[in-house]
């Protein structure tokens, strides 16, 4: 089932730079997409921040996954890749 972001969600789509595709054991698949911001600062790299994010996300819901790979939205390549609990 798939949706369509609200105004607020679009606006973070699109100053992501990074999104991160997860393929869920149970046959489900989700996208997260990279937030740029911090709360209380201003990060010297924002995209390694979303890198870190994204990363930190799908190690944690690790059991659950068969596979989540980390896309650069800019240039369209791959990352990293979470398989059986490693990054590649």
Known sequence: MSHSPSVAGQKLI???STKLLIYFKDGNSR?????????SY???D??????KRLKRYAESVGPKINVAILYDL?????L?????????
């Open 74 to 78: 800019h240039t369209g390549q791959e």
């Open 14 to 16: 699109a100053e992501a």
């Open 31 to 39: 996208t997260f997409h990279g937030r740029p911001n911090a709360s």
């Open 42 to 44: 201003t990060p010297v």
């Open 46 to 51: 924002p995209r390694e921040l979303e890198i």
């Open 80 to 88: 990293a890749r979470l398989k059986n609990g490693q990054w590649v």
